[in-house]
DNA sequence: AACGGTTGCGGGAACGTTTGCAAAATAACT
DNA sequence: AGTTATTTTGCAAACGTTCCCGCAACCGTT
């Protein structure tokens, strides 16, 4: 039950518990090597740990940086999470996880229980683009940067990082109609979701760059999860208006809808070409495979640790910075093959 | 940068840090109701934030859980996670999550540096059923309980809970023969996971039942993940063994599994049934949808998190428990419906 | 008017560590 | 040997809480 202490090696060997925590430091200018290579051995005879909430109270921070995510079912998360944290660890920094469950008061009780733990920092993947705005801003005001991730912040003095939406959507898109799809259907993510907005605006450009028309009856709410994904679905085949293509704001909503479309027999891709943005693991693992946009997890978690970090390291020459990264468009079994240069 | 500390709100007030203290803990008993209500005020009003760091210095403990899993890929731990996290932080307890990445000394590592942060106990599920176990002995004798979930874990004096994986894959492979598979290939789970014997048993015991050869060289290494399932169900494939049914450790590598069967055009679950244990909300969204037996993720966590607690709050009438979940199986397209009761 | 009981509050030590400053011990010069 | 540098050590304060202990003020009882 009780713990070691530097009290408990400085008595044991008749020194300061100064010299101690000296030598643990590995403070070779103020300490001999002998009374450190004493001191070290017998806090490793005796099983010494040091008491990092002792530390943290002293030295006025936690060596601890925050990450709030809004679910944790996608792996995409998951794979982010384990990036930051190999790379916050090897700067010495703990992490603490908090998940928002895409709901706007949980995300603030999220961000006062890390204020309470007195974090240094907070990767933050926003659950609303502007619902908590103010909230951030005092958080930002006490002195613990923020750095947000994946989705769009409207107006806000912190770094941002995340995917060139519009440009991933642009090609994938166009893909679709270069494979000769016609008549996509968009499923649109949340209006809260800053992503939404460029993902649907994508979508639209590429119309207009090949003269298609815009029906708004095919854009249609396709949520986040598969089950939101499914219904949305199954209402657009309702309406009886012919379609080729899916293209999916996000990986689960299209793989609800695509349950869908194989439990009524389109297949896939000769019937209905399917893909979307946001593609993780999942999508190799589905059949067929699903083309998607991945987003470049690990160097954006990277880089949000690495703005965060500098942010941390010299708080006076900070200035927001935003890192758009591009997405990678992996092609797979769910859209059809592109016509061969020849065939052109 | 600055925190408001109970000291300012004294001073604010012209009264003792003593009586904030008592007054924001609301100690009814000992602070007048006036001076509760006007320190309750002025504190929102300052913006206090009590800090953490310090309540635990002082109070020689935590409030903290940590929590270590193997991966962070599979759904299931996340949900775990979230469940958990919702138990605990109702009674006060934040969490603090570890990764092992599958590796022991990643594993060790995830344990000193939760000793480091004084966690008061300790949710785990290991990588390997024996590697570190003097470690655990080590942790649990310096009074940090720890609750071993999912993975068996061999020989200890802590709790443990996990599926029951004999009878759940009894039951799978029952459903198997029952629906007229005879040549059943196994997946088998990695040696140093124990419930892969566990489940290795539960099919051979089930052959023995039915009277059908036990033929190890339909028992293959399939790993955990999706390439090691792929690369095990090649290999099997290249055997030229009649087959027309798979049954594996977990859904990762069976997945892994249909893709190569897909690839090659096997019809499922026409020429091969194909069922996992360990399934998660991925079963559904994959096509055909897999049949598998479900870890009881959420009573899971609950138990676990409950046997931690009731450790924790009574640690002198602790007796080690181990708890066994019933899995819930379910048949989904994967398999071939069972005969009616009529045609049997 | 003196007493015991309650109520509300303040003083101060403690939790384990770091760190500025001063003191002691050692080394390096005259 | 005496002085000055230099290295090595110890003292004590601080971080923000909690909580034991004691003191005062008030209450009701004899």
């Known amino acids: 039950m009780k713990y070691v202490t ?10 300061s518990k100064s010299t101690v925590s000296r030598a643990l430091a590995g403070d070779a200018q103020n300490v001999k090597p002998e009374t450190m290579k004493l001191v070290c051995e017998t806090a490793r005879r005796m099983g010494y740990q040091r008491n990092e909430t002792a530390v943290n109270l002293r030295r006025q921070l936690s060596k601890t940086i925050g990450i709030v995510i809004p679910e944790a079912i996608t792996s995409f998360f998951m794979n982010f999470i384990q990036c930051a944290q190999r790379d916050l660890r090897a700067q010495g920094y703990r992490t603490i996880i908090a998940v928002s ?33 103010k909230m951030f801003r005092n958080v930002m005001s006490r002195g613990i940067p923020i750095v947000f991730f994946d989705r769009h912040v409207r107006d806000t003095a912190a770094s941002q990082v ?103 027999h389109f297949r896939i891709p000769e ?32 880089t949000a640790t690495r703005l965060l970090l500098e942010q941390l390291a010299h708080p006076d020459q900070f200035k927001p910075q935003t890192v758009v990264l591009p997405g990678e468009v992996m092609l797979r079994e769910s859209t059809k093959p592109l016509p061969t240069l020849e065939t052109v």
Chains 1, 2 share one sequence.
């Open 6 to 15: 530097i009290i408990d090696i400085a008595r044991e060997l008749g020194i």
């Open 101 to 133: 469950n895409e709901d706007i008061v949980q995300e603030r009780e999220c961000l006062q229980m890390l204020e309470q733990c007195r974090v240094d920092g907070i990767l933050m993947c926003v659950c609303h683009s502007e619902a908590n705005s």
């Open 162 to 264: 995340h995917l060139d939406d519009v440009t991933a959507s642009v090609f994938m898109v166009e893909k679709l109609i270069r494979s000769g799809c016609r008549y996509i259907v968009h499923l649109l993510g949340p209006a809260h979701i800053g992503n939404a907005a460029d993902r649907l605006h994508g979508y639209r450009e590429v119309l207009e760059k090949f003269n298609l028309p815009y029906n708004p009856q095919y854009v249609v709410e396709g949520g986040l999860s598969a089950e939101e994904g499914a219904r949305a679905m199954e209402r657009f085949i309702q309406t009886g208006l012919h379609f080729d293509a899916v293209f999916g704001f996000t990986e689960t909503a299209v793989l609800g809808a695509k349950s869908v479309l194989q439990r009524m």
């Open 271 to 302: 019937d209905v070409s399917l893909c979307c943005m946001s593609g993780t693991a999942l999508c190799t693992l589905v059949h067929p495979t699903l083309s998607a946009a991945h987003q470049p997890t690990e160097e954006m978690a990277h």
